[in-house]
């Protein structure tokens, strides 16, 4: 037998380092080739690495969160024949997440666990709660086949668990009962049984004391404190997010539109749409709308080098849609918008935000944007404050559509009217031209003919 030694793979496009985002296998699982192994990020695409070899997995080189360059040791494994390790790895020994894993499953195995103690009124062992919860510490590397498949979502229930079992005081459930009836947290009661249980009498005693510390009107104090690592997709977002604040001095605009008449025509549209054609929303207008105006608009549509103080002017729209994901927010991309009609338009946003949801949008359709739109859709809100998705200088954001009483020439109608919040980066556009923009916006969705007019 031999040892093989998977290195992180060049994943293209010049990516020097990428997060671990998933592992799939666990320390002395046995893998085929081309099994999955572990989901990788970059930039914003997670990327599937597959095992290149069979054979049984040795070592897990990093946990979920941590950052690997290319070429570093990714995954250990004994395979059939000489393998491509003649020494031993250079990672050190007491490193590896192996041996850790190994070393937290023989503490854990020579310790009870929290639970345990706690079910057992008679228990004398007098472990110290701390001591317990030592024991319910989880091993990296995988020996348990657990954490290291578990999403972020996951991990955070478990950590919210661990920090429950950790902080609890012992008692027996009968003593739990009796408190929770009398609203009283058991934190506060002072234990005089073995590692500190509280016992009937210590209980009996704290409620003739008339003590309330723990109480208000009958509602618990919540205390709890929870420590969650941000990685992956989250990590990203936060990245990004403050790269954008700390660059771009944002300026917002927000402008009222009449989308009354653009209504009535989406409403006849998606009543006579054909078979296999999505249902039309406002966004595929308000991108029509836009890919219209920008020529005449050109320092609103590109990216900014900051380091070479240049700022590229696109012709091309290659429209960003923010898309809430299950991760965390993705803006997938609608490439060459200007050439595309509404219907196509709608499709596209459709299959580039189902690919964003499921994970299965590639880099390049997660990267490349000129210009991108943003919306909460129905959950509603006057106005928002858009943050530029940097390196572009623009975002535009249309809020809820709702009816409101309208004075229209001397008389109130009830109109259909949407407010649109935008944001420019100040170093690139002026406030007038931005506005100029946005009037010229609101006139072709008020009168959504002239979206499809060749000249006006």
């Known amino acids: ?168 005081p012992l008692a027996s459930p009968a003593i739990r009962k009796r408190a929770y009836e009398q609203g009283i947290a058991l934190q506060f009661v002072p234990g005089s049984g073995p590692a500190g249980r509280i016992l009937e009498a210590d209980l009996e005693a704290y409620i003739a004391s008339g003590a309330d510390g723990d109480r208000t009107g009958g509602l618990l104090k919540r205390d709890g404190v929870e420590e969650i690592r941000i990685v992956g997709m989250r990590r990203r977002i936060a990245e990004k997010m403050q790269q954008s ?93 200007e050439s595309l009609g509404v219907w196509e338009c709608a499709s596209e946003i459709k299959r580039i935000a189902e690919a964003a949801r499921d994970g299965s949008a590639s880099r390049d359709e997660l990267s490349g944007s000129t210009l991108t739109i943003t919306s909460l859709g129905p959950l509603g809100g006057i106005s928002a404050t858009p943050v530029i998705n940097h390196p572009e200088v623009g975002i535009i954001g249309p809020n809820k559509i709702v009816e409101r009483p309208v004075v229209v020439d001397g008389r109130i109608e009830v109109r259909k009217i949407m407010n649109v919040s935008s944001s420019f980066d100040h170093r690139i556009v002026d406030g007038y031209d931005a506005a100029r923009f946005i009037q010229a916006l609101k006139r072709l969705i008020e009168t959504p003919a002239l979206i499809f007019a060749e000249n006006e």
Not at 54 to 80: C, I
Not at 285 to 313: Q, S
Request: hydrophobic share 35%; glycine share 8%.
């Open 245 to 337: 604040k700390r660059q771009i001095p944002h300026f917002c605009y927000v402008e009222e539109f009449d989308v009354t008449a653009l209504e009535q025509l989406r409403a006849d549209m998606n009543a006579s749409r054909r078979d296999g054609q999505p249902k039309l929303t406002i966004l595929p207008f308000l991108i029509r709308a836009t890919a219209r105006l920008l020529p005449d608009f050109p320092m609103l549509n590109g990216l900014y080098d900051d380091e070479a103080e240049i700022f590229h002017a696109h012709e091309a729209l290659h429209a960003g849609i923010a898309t809430q994901t299950e991760r965390g927010l993705s803006v997938p991309v609608v490439r060459h918008a």
């Open 1 to 168: 037998m031999g040892k093989y030694a998977f290195r992180l793979p060049d994943i293209g496009e010049g990516i020097a380092e990428a997060e671990i985002s998933e592992w799939y296998v666990s320390v002395g699982d046995e893998v085929e080739e081309d099994q999955q192994l572990v989901d990788v990020l970059t930039d914003k695409a997670t990327v599937d690495i597959s095992s290149p070899v069979s054979g049984k997995v040795l070592a897990l080189n990093g946990a979920v969160g941590d950052m690997l360059s290319v070429g570093s040791v990714l995954v250990e494994f004994e395979v059939e024949g000489a393998g491509n390790v003649k020494d031993e790895p250079a990672t050190p020994k007491e490193d590896r997440p192996e041996e850790t894993s190994k070393a937290a499953d023989a503490e854990t195995k020579n310790e009870p666990s929290a639970a345990d103690t706690e079910d057992k009124p008679g228990d004398t062992s007098g472990k110290a709660p701390s001591d317990r919860a030592r024991s319910e510490r989880p091993s990296f590397g995988g020996s348990s086949g657990t954490s290291s498949r578990q999403s972020p979502s996951m991990r955070r229930g478990e950590k919210q668990e661990q920090k429950k079992s950790s902080s609890e």
